[in-house]
């Protein structure tokens, strides 16, 4: 759940800009010069410090320049489009530290010793915040630090699922020759399976000091998604507007399959919890201003623009101004480009506060300058490889996409509603249409394994875990309950060895 562009995803540096086919030259105009426009802090060719002087001459029509922005809105979106040839896979997680002695979370010192230590190893650039160590980067890679010390991989853009594997692996043998030294492990699972939420450390991080105190106004279970849950994401890439609709709608539509495929979430505070991906389910309380299933993507007239006008809506967390978070929560982005935002009045929006403000919507497909697959719990290392296995197999490979389309065309967004409720409960055993969502899901796991063959880079084998799931029709999270139940004689400890990286 990265929230700033400079530290998080794993397109996030990768900023080739490149012309796609879309409806006005214009924004091609704008998106050919994103960067140019970043670097000097100018929005759109309206350099902020001149507006001041500007509106003192009445020369500049407020309403005008809204309109102005919505075009640089749709142009940063517009500027992820990327020949075939230029697609890659970014792969993000998240996993919980722990105290091999009594499985208590990482602290804060702990995790500072950790980043210090991969640092001179392993000859990581640090990401401080003050005086305190948040991040580390190396190349297009980075590590990051979730709000409550979850420890994220953000994977440079990769070519192929052997890269993203060996990236994963790569980065996992490094923090566990540094964590071991310390008496620390690491679990891969999708929701804290023992702690309590006092019990978790905050992380200094002035954003998330904004986030905690906004999000118990607008959902019951933001800080527990904050502090207590972990996921593995892909980012994936786009040709053209069409083709971001496409995926976008094939994304949504699967979501839930891909929740229960990957669900691993069924303990809470040391016991079952009634669900097989607690993860999922705390997303329906969190703030359902900015997560959800989008229905309105499947609408004729979704594009970018129309993105852009929901992205405007979502309430803002805050502002970035002189290395400071100036705490701008609940409020609109529409009175921020008229210059109206009470927490900074007569100020104007620079293109990395879009960026960022992009980054605080947490629907499960989120649009950026690529797509980001959101639907899934963090997992054991070989589900960190299988997750974007899954998703490259459908989205990066035309016939498999298209199968996906049409077989998802006559689904209503009841029944796609539906599908997101009951998945996080009930898994590959939702009811859907005249059987179960584990037959949907066996056709889709074929498809995805399909595609990957026609890529020719011989990937298939990462899709064995998931085969074996929708064989079975059991997820991880129903094995976990039944070791729960049975060897480990109801008690949850072993499942942080079961899970160890």
């Not at 960026?355 to 919507?361: A, G, P, S, V």
């Not at 070989?382 to 490259?392: E, I, K, M, Y």
């Amino acid at each position: 759940m990265a929230v700033m562009s400079q530290t998080g995803s794993s397109h996030r540096m990768h900023f080739d800009t490149i012309q796609c086919k879309v409806r006005h030259d214009w924004i091609h105009s704008i998106a050919n010069n994103m960067e140019a426009l970043k670097t000097k802090g100018i929005f759109f060719g309206i350099c902020p410090s001149s507006w001041n002087s500007l509106k003192a001459t009445k020369s500049l029509n407020l309403g005008a320049v809204e309109v102005q922005y919505k075009r640089g809105h749709q142009a940063y979106l517009v500027s992820g489009c990327k020949p075939k040839e230029k697609w890659r896979i970014g792969t993000e997680h998240e996993k919980f530290g722990f105290e091999f002695e009594t499985l208590q979370p990482m602290k804060y010192e702990q995790i500072a010793e950790l980043l210090y230590g991969i640092s001179e190893r392993f000859d990581w650039e640090k990401i401080m915040e003050g005086d305190k160590i948040i991040g580390l980067k190396q190349g297009k890679q980075s590590i990051s630090l979730e709000p409550g010390g979850q420890f994220e991989l953000s994977g440079a853009p990769l070519e192929t699922l052997h890269q993203t594997c060996a990236e994963v692996n790569s980065h996992l043998y490094q923090v566990k020759a540094v964590a071991e030294e310390m008496g620390i492990g690491f679990l891969g699972i999708g929701f804290q399976p023992k702690w309590e939420r006092k019990d978790i450390p905050i992380m200094p991080k002035g954003r998330y000091e904004i986030m905690r105190n906004y999000m118990p106004k607008v959902g019951s279970l933001g800080l527990d998604m904050m502090f207590r849950t972990c996921t593995v994401q892909v980012n994936l890439d786009f040709d053209s507007e069409a083709d971001m609709i496409r995926k976008f709608r094939a994304g949504l539509a699967l979501q839930p399959i891909a929740t229960a495929l990957f669900a691993n979430s069924p303990f809470t505070e040391g016991k079952p919890n009634g669900f097989l991906s607690m993860r999922s389910q705390i997303w329906t309380d969190t703030d359902n201003h900015r997560a959800g299933m989008l229905p309105f993507v499947f609408d004729d007239s979704f594009g970018f623009e129309q993105y852009v006008d929901y992205a405007l809506d979502v309430p803002m967390y805050f502002v970035y101004r002189k290395k400071k978070y100036i705490d701008c929560s609940g409020m609109s982005f529409r009175d921020f480009m008229s210059g109206k935002l009470p927490c900074l009045p007569g100020e104007y929006p620079t293109l990395n506060d879009w960026e960022n403000h992009l980054t605080t919507i947490f629907p499960e497909v989120r649009l950026k300058r690529y797509l980001e697959m959101r639907g899934a719990d963090g997992g054991p290392w070989r589900r960190l490889c299988a997750l974007p296995a899954f998703w490259v197999g459908i989205l990066y490979d035309d016939a498999s996409l298209q199968s996906v389309l049409d077989m998802t065309a006559d689904w209503t967004p009841e029944e796609r509603q539906m599908l997101r409720n009951k998945v996080p409960k009930f898994g590959l055993k939702t009811p859907f249409r005249d059987g179960l969502l584990k037959h949907v899901a066996q056709a889709v796991v074929k498809l995805a394994k399909d595609g990957l063959e026609r890529r020719g880079y011989k990937e298939t084998g990462f899709l064995n875990e998931m085969t074996e799931v929708v064989r079975t029709g059991v997820t991880p999270a129903e094995k976990l309950l039944e070791l729960y139940h049975e060897k480990w004689g109801q008690s949850v400890d072993p499942v942080f060895e079961e899970l160890l990286y």
